[in-house]
């Protein structure tokens, strides 16, 4: 007889895989006696997973079926593959093909080449002003490309563990037609950049990615986004925004950002929502409000989130854009000269708009996470650092921008924890890392990287689920699936049903936890057991069994 209490879960006892196979051939695993959140935002049921070759191909009481493996699951609870919708791992990917940091959170997909930034395309004359920006070059990330299907190719060929699915960056864009210039694009290089934009769609990236507070795309205007908006929106492209501000400005950014997306008509995804800087404390609620109105409007907007109340980007990101025209040689030249640093100074304590980041944030709250040479600074405060070398934090944090030749990393502890709790609660706002793909061993374990790395996905389960109960189990699990499976299309991944692609977690909800610091980030998740990627299991037991069934997916 059919428990009634169970009829929530969705999965009937029916045999649904008979349909799918004819019953012929043996499953080739089945993972048994697990709890089965699938995504939607329902609840668990206790349902038995067929998997042949690479999908799902039964659901509901497998006892009697025969399959080549079984895994005995009770106890567990089993969920679609998470798709980590905003990602920077298009770089370390390159060093870390087994995706150490992110497949071990429960990873299965992560959307790359954010904030306007990617690794292609390129050309040849401007190749080396977006080696010179991009933070770290690792091995194999060689430029050899010049189109964006080139580059995807090369990223796809070597293998990967999880799934990559690729934005082009307006900035990557912009350096190909007009390398850091500062001013407005000609009508030749505008060209170029849509001529750019849609060959990368063309070839397989999902959309347009800006990163409005850094060189170049600060340079942009509206109305150039704006033009590459609709090329992108012609061929199906979605627009990711990191917004022109996070701060004083937030509310006018994320209206710009909607404005692109209702003149542009294409669906708007909002990175990383937070408001920065303690005076903006509390405005999360009318940027949700914003998003809210878009969608009553008809518009397609949404955003993600990180589980964490500090932030983290390039030491760079400090200085005022101008600072930065020309690329990293020019940036370098103007911190050696003093009238220019003494500008620089000025600009950044006295700015025009605002306040600065001095009373914004204060220097105590800002530490170095990454400084590839001078460790000794890694994991300490702008204003310890200052007064060890006898100077100010503004002069030391540019002087080891000089020391440094411009590669450093710095964690800014500035949000609010009742923010945070209100956009991961909003229904709109699914979560995406901001990290990337790192490994506690060789050049990826350098430093000490925003814990979010490693503990972003485990980290909503353990503090916003199991502790502060500001979300529901199913309803986390819906914010890390089918939420961002909505927002890229993707029908196959993000949820558990007879077809899907088997990209898979099984975990122990009591268990599960980030152990990643502040102090201590190299430290993978408790609680994650199995995680598999088109049915192969690249976490086993918590281990990486070094697999790489991971594809550079291409969009519908
Ligand atoms: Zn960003
Ligand atoms: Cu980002």
């Not at 008979?18 to 609840?43: F, M, N, Q, S, Y």
């Not at 796809?156 to 500062?182: K, P, Q, S, W, Y």
Request: glycine fraction near 12%.
């Amino acid at each position: 007889m059919l428990d009634p209490t169970r009829r929530h879960a969705g999965f009937a006892r029916a045999p649904e895989w008979r349909r799918l196979d004819g019953g012929g051939a043996p499953l080739d695993l089945k993972i048994e006696g697990a709890t089965v959140i699938d995504g939607t935002g329902t609840a668990g049921g206790r349902v038995d997973i067929g998997i042949r070759d690479e999908r799902i191909v039964a659901l509901g009481d497998l006892s009697r079926e025969h399959a080549g493996n079984t895994l005995h699951a009770s106890g567990k609870t089993v969920t679609p593959g998470f798709i980590d919708i905003h990602s920077h791992s298009d770089w370390q990917l390159w060093a870390n093909r087994r995706a150490e940091s992110k497949i071990r959170q429960g990873v299965t997909t992560e959307v790359v080449g954010n904030c306007g930034f990617s690794p292609a395309p390129v050309t040849p004359e401007h190749v080396d002003e977006l080696r010179g920006f991009a933070l770290h070059v690792p091995k194999g990330l060689d430029f050899g490309w010049a189109r964006f299907g080139d580059y995807l190719q090369a990223l796809d060929r070597g293998g990967l563990a999880l799934n990559v699915v690729h934005l082009v960056g307006h900035g990557a864009l912009r350096i190909a037609a007009m390398g850091f210039a500062r001013r407005a694009p000609s009508a030749d290089e505008m060209k170029r950049m849509q001529r750019l934009l849609v060959d990368a769609i063309e070839d397989g990236a999902w959309g347009l990615s800006t990163g409005l507070i850094y060189a170049p795309g600060s340079f942009a205007t509206t109305e150039e986004l704006l033009t590459l908006a609709r090329a992108a929106a012609r061929h199906r492209g979605f627009y990711a925004s990191h917004i022109r501000g996070e701060g004083a400005t937030v509310i006018d950014a994320v209206t710009e950002a909607i404005h692109i997306g209702r003149e542009a008509e294409l669906p708007v995804q909002i990175s990383h929502v937070k408001a920065a800087g303690r005076p903006n404390w509390g405005k999360v609620a009318q940027v949700l409000g914003l998003i809210d109105a878009a969608n009553d409007e008809g518009l397609d907007v949404m955003g993600d989130a990180y589980p964490y109340t500090a932030s983290s980007t390039s030491l760079r990101t400090l200085l005022p854009d101008w600072a930065l025209e020309g690329g990293l040689d020019a940036m370098l030249a103007r911190l050696g000269d003093a009238a220019t640093r003494a500008r620089i100074r000025r600009d950044v304590l006295e700015p025009a708009a605002g306040e600065s980041m001095a009373v914004r944030v204060g220097w105590d709250n800002v530490m170095i996470s990454w400084a590839p040479t001078r460790r000794d600074v890694q994991g300490k405060r702008l204003s310890q650092i200052a007064a060890a070398r006898g100077s100010d934090p503004l002069d030391a944090a540019m002087d080891l921008l000089v020391e440094e030749q411009g590669r450093a990393s710095m964690i800014l502890f500035q949000m609010d924890e009742a923010d945070l709790r209100r956009a991961l609660a909003h229904p709109r706002i699914m979560i995406g890392s901001d990290g990337s793909s790192l490994a506690p061993y060789g050049e990826m374990g350098a430093g000490k990287p925003h814990p979010r790395n490693y503990g972003t996905f485990p980290r909503v389960l353990r503090e916003y689920v199991r502790e502060q109960r500001v979300l529901s189990l199913a309803q986390a699990i819906h914010k890390m699936t089918a939420l961002p499976a909505r927002r890229l299309g993707l029908r196959d991944r993000g949820v558990i049903r007879a077809g899907a692609v088997a990209d898979l977690v099984v975990l122990d909800p009591r268990r599960v936890a980030d152990e990643a610091t502040y102090d201590d980030p190299h430290r993978y998740p408790a609680g994650i057991d199995h995680v598999l990627v088109a049915g192969r299991f690249v976490i086993k037991d918590g281990g990486h069994t070094g697999s790489l069934p991971g594809r550079v997916l291409t969009p519908p």
